[in-house]
């Protein structure tokens, strides 16, 4: 059997669901190699992978002749220079989302696959939560009509757990939230719209955390997941030392099709969902929750009451982290790899979710008008859009 060797960037966090997803000897899949700066987290994987090579430099891992691919599972600021290494040294890549952190970023990497001719995949995992499908089934069905407006409101309540306790708060190493998170939404309603933003504009603001203790300068930090870490400012454990990204952001995007969308999000909410509307000339579907049991509820008939929905679907979901999204979206990656199968993610449409991202925030910092996205350029779109 052919097999096809993989290497993992990053093995701590969700390293470990790459480790759970990949290593498959007996359809020909194994992790042969890891490389992680975090001792605890290399020494976990090397006992985990006994006969696999462990490095604490990434670039030792890239050297390795044996292996075809690598799965770069790091921050935001890394994806960069880790995914043009990758590329450079012969390895088929897939790259957690965002593609990068900035335009030139995002052009380097896509730029590096080309010369390269190795297979560029980002793993943007929500193109594959069964209720993004079923609203995507939906809406191409024609059921709602032609839709012409969507909007997500994005709730999270481990905002302060996840994003303020480390990297994520500092614009340096992030841009912002509204690239970082809202990379996903962007990303889904591009998808569901069938089209991608051409004009954007937006305002965020930092109102809670920046009220927040923190710790002192030079002390570690991580990410943290405790639902007692509520309200932000009875945690226990102090924020990063500099906090200057926003905790709610809000954006308004005109599309290429002529339609349009609106993205909110929040970090301090109790509750956590990502709640999406899509509205046709026929009708309207919203969902509440993205996971297991998430529900659809669609309204097609005008009524003097109508919070009382015409349609409720409930999907179950499947086994597998994320509602099954994300053992779906690496089976596609390694089939892409090794048979050539069409890919769900594109690195096109990767980048245009953080264009989207980029420029908002550009405006929400400064004067909140209307910026335009930049175009890609010609031989990028006609490589990766065939």
Not at 136 to 146: L, N, Q, R, V
Not at 259 to 283: E, M, V, W
Not at 326 to 345: G, Q, W
Request: aromatic share 10%; glycine share 8%; proline share 5%.
């Amino acid at each position: 059997m052919e097999t096809t060797k993989f290497g993992i960037i990053g093995v701590g966090g969700r390293g470990g669901v790459f480790q759970d997803n990949n290593h498959l000897p007996e359809e020909g899949y194994e992790i042969v190699a890891g490389a992680d700066v975090d001792q605890e987290s290399l020494d976990a994987f090397a006992k985990r992978f006994p006969e696999a090579k462990a490095f604490t430099d990434y670039r030792e891992l890239l050297k390795q002749p044996e292996i075809d691919a690598v799965f770069v599972i790091t921050p935001d600021f890394l994806h960069e220079e880790m995914a043009c290494a990758a590329l450079e040294a012969g390895k088929h890549v897939y790259l957690e989302k965002p593609l990068a952190i900035t335009i030139e970023g995002c052009e380097k990497i896509l730029r590096a696959a080309m010369k390269a001719g190795k297979k560029l995949y980002l793993g943007h995992n929500m193109r594959f939560f069964p209720i993004i499908n079923k609203m995507k089934e939906i809406i191409d069905s024609g059921k709602i009509g032609e839709v012409q407006l969507a909007w997500c409101r994005h709730f999270i309540n481990y905002g302060g757990d996840a994003y303020f306790h480390d990297w994520h708060a500092e614009q340096r190493y992030s841009t912002g939230l509204l690239l970082q998170k809202g990379a996903h939404d962007i990303d889904v309603l591009h998808y569901l719209m069938g089209s991608h933003t051409v004009k954007v504009s937006a305002m965020g603001m930092l109102s809670v955390y920046d009220k927040c203790p923190r710790r002192e300068p030079g002390t570690p930090g991580k990410a943290l997941w405790d639902d007692k870490n509520y309200p932000p400012d009875a945690v226990t454990v102090p924020y990063n030392p500099v906090i200057d990204v926003e905790d709610s952001n809000m954006v308004l995007m005109q599309l290429a099709s002529g339609k349009q969308c609106a993205y909110l999000q929040c970090h301090y909410t109790p509750d956590s969902d990502r709640n999406y509307t899509f509205i046709g000339t026929k009708g309207r579907i919203e969902n509440h929750g993205v996971g297991d049991n998430a529900q659809i509820l669609i309204w097609h008939t005008r009524a003097a009451n109508t919070l009382q929905p015409d349609e409720t679907i409930t999907l179950r979901g499947i086994p597998g982290t994320h509602s099954g999204a994300d053992p779906a979206i690496m089976k596609n990656f390694r089939e892409f790899v090794r048979y050539d199968a069409a890919p769900l993610t594109n690195p096109v449409e990767a980048m245009r979710a953080v264009l989207t991202g980029i420029k908002a925030h550009e405006a929400a910092r400064t004067d909140l008008c209307v910026r335009e996205i930049p175009e890609i350029a010609p031989d990028i779109l006609e490589y990766f859009c065939k």
